[in-house]
Antibody
Framework: QVQLVQSGAEVKKPGASVKVSCKAS????????LHWVRQAPGQGLEWMGR????????NYEQKFQGRVTMTRDTSISTAYMELSRLTSDDTAVYYC??????????????WGQGTLVSVSS | DIQMTQSPSAMSASVGDRITITCRAS??????LAWFQQKPGKVPKRLIF???RLHSGVPSRFSGSGSGTEFSLTISSLQPEDFATYYC??????????FGGGTKVEIK
């Protein structure tokens, strides 16, 4: 079965960087885009960007341009999201997800369990 | 960027009520819209794709409609397990997605 398993919670200081991993299993890793979505405490969902695991190409929400980098390692079916110059506003649960843009019946959406990133001095 | 304005941001309703949530896009997005449900402490799950198509396993009391800039999610008879937060998601712009602000449905 398809699974996306993310790395554990992180505590960072302002100005630092964080790198969250998302290990995929149960399907062909290079066959599906992976998205990163975050959710601040008590707030809504915010799309950050996506990566094409096949080519490594990525697209980012303008708000995160210059601060976010999405990469992948196909040898271990793992995607990464690195966010730099952290501030307290980056405190959130970060999700990787697949299948958000499906337009055909039968294409499921899958989500990682979420990674809490806390930014505090 | 395409903005998604979702309303209301919160609502109270009773079991058995019919409720409608709307999303308005800042420009036309055809039918590239999905609806997600999220319960506290859980990951979101998709209910509707392509604006009006029910995801597999989703009860038929859920329905979606709309095209272009105006969309709605309707629950025909609210059940206890439907109290949650709902989000629309547009994906018409190449490689740029936008969630609506969310609608929290609470028990009256």
């Amino acid at each position: 079965q398809v699974q996306l398993v993310q790395s554990g919670a992180e505590v960072k200081k302002p100005g630092a960087s964080v790198k969250v991993s998302c290990k995929a299993s149960g399907y062909t890793f290079t066959g599906h885009f992976l998205h990163w979505v975050r959710q601040a405490p008590g707030q809504g969902l915010e799309w950050m960007g996506r990566i094409n695991p096949n080519s490594g190409g990525s697209n980012y929400e303008q708000k995160f341009q210059g601060r976010v980098t999405m990469t992948r390692d196909t040898s271990i079916s793992t995607a990464y999201m690195e966010l730099s110059r952290l501030t307290s506003d980056d405190t959130a649960v970060y999700y990787c997800a697949r299948g958000l843009t499906a337009m055909t019946l039968g294409e499921e959406d899958y989500w990682g369990q979420g990674t809490l990133v806390s930014v505090s001095s | 960027d395409i903005q998604m304005t979702q309303s209301p941001s919160a609502m109270s309703a009773s079991v058995g009520d019919r409720i409608t949530i709307t999303c308005r896009a800042s420009q036309g997005i055809s039918n590239y819209l999905a609806w997600f449900q999220q319960k506290p402490g859980k990951v979101p799950k998709r209910l509707i794709f392509a604006a009006s198509r029910l995801h597999s396993g989703v009860p038929s009391r859920f329905s979606g409609s709309g095209s272009g800039t105006e969309f709605s999610l309707t629950i025909s008879s609210l059940q206890p397990e439907d109290f949650a937060t709902y989000y629309c998601l547009q994906h018409s712009t190449y490689a740029l997605l936008t969630f609506g602000g969310g609608t929290k449905v609470e028990i009256k």
